[in-house]
């Protein structure tokens, strides 16, 4: 499944089968990944023929190859040519069925997934797309036994979009599908600081408020987002290694970091011959979860980022907790997080 990429990340133990299963079986919880960015190579170039959008290039083969990003910036051109296939109200539920099926296979139980709404905001049928996450959200919990909640975000490069945008995400705020605000796209050049008017105002309207954050900008970003847009969590925060003093408020405040660890290595945040920082982030008492970000555009899905970690030297017990984390810090009702823990308590792994 992931052959398509030559490059190979870091590793510095085998691990058993007996781990690896278990990694499997886990029942876990995903707070960073995108509807969009789950899309796979294959459905973008089918929807890109249904709504007659070209793509730059004339096979799925070369369509295949462009996924081999060179940064940052190539990943970001890649995937608005995707957003730019997803059309319809009907692309959007082909596309949560898909992503709902492919969450189950890694028993994910839970998740909270961004939507990259600046990019759709105009021209788009948003009361249908609405209509249509409400019924996969309903889907979801019949079929694959998983709970679903969306996060639209705000492209930084687009602030223009940033109060339509907030807009939508009222729309669907009421009935509890939208459930917050994020802030995604280019760091650099769109600092955190552009963004405090939409983020007071999201706030007063009682949204949650998450931020990507120190994934290409260093620890400056991270500040700005915890002082400037006062978010709950921070999307990948990974860069916050470099300045030891945030380190320690993140630690004070344990504000929990969403960290994607395969994201970082195919878009060039961390060099595939190094461990990744989160060793760095959970030695030094950072509260830390593991999330997939885009899978197949990185050729990841949740299952492998915990493989590559065990890989990386990983206890089982630390995945596990990095796991619980995660349940903790979602923004779910208390009740039902109680009804989550309690059922994830059951899970033993010697049981498999
Ligand atoms: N949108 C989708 N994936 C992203 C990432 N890794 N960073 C910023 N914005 C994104
Ligand atoms: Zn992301």
Known sequence: MFKRFMTKIYTSTSISDELAARLRAMPKVELHVHLEGATDAATVWDLAKRNKVTLPVETFTEWQRMYEFRDFDHFLDIYRLSVDCMQTAADFAFMLDRFLANQAAQNVRYCEVFLSASFMIENFPQDDVIAVLQEGIAKGKEKYDIGVRFIPDIARHLPE????VLDFILKGYEQGIFIGLGLGGPEVG??????????????????????????????????????????????????????????????ETQTPLEVCPVSNYRLKVTPLDEPHPLRKLVDAGVYCTVNSDDPPMFSTNLNNEYLTLAQQG????????????????????????????????TFQPSNL
């Open 161 to 164: 979009t940033s109060f339509p």
């Open 190 to 251: 769109f600092p955190p600081e552009n963004f405090v008017e939409v983020y007071d105002a999201a706030r007063k309207q009682g949204l949650h408020l998450v931020a990507h954050a120190g994934e290409t900008v260093g620890a400056e970003s991270v500040w700005g987002a915890l002082t400037k847009l006062k978010v709950e969590r921070i999307g990948h925060g990974v860069r916050s290694v470099e300045d030891p003093k945030l380190l320690s408020y993140l630690k």
């Open 314 to 345: 990983f206890s089982w017990d630390e995945l596990w907790q990095l796991n619980l984390n995660a349940l903790e810090a979602s923004f779910l009702p208390e009740d039902e997080k109680a009804a989550y823990r309690a059922n994830f308590l």
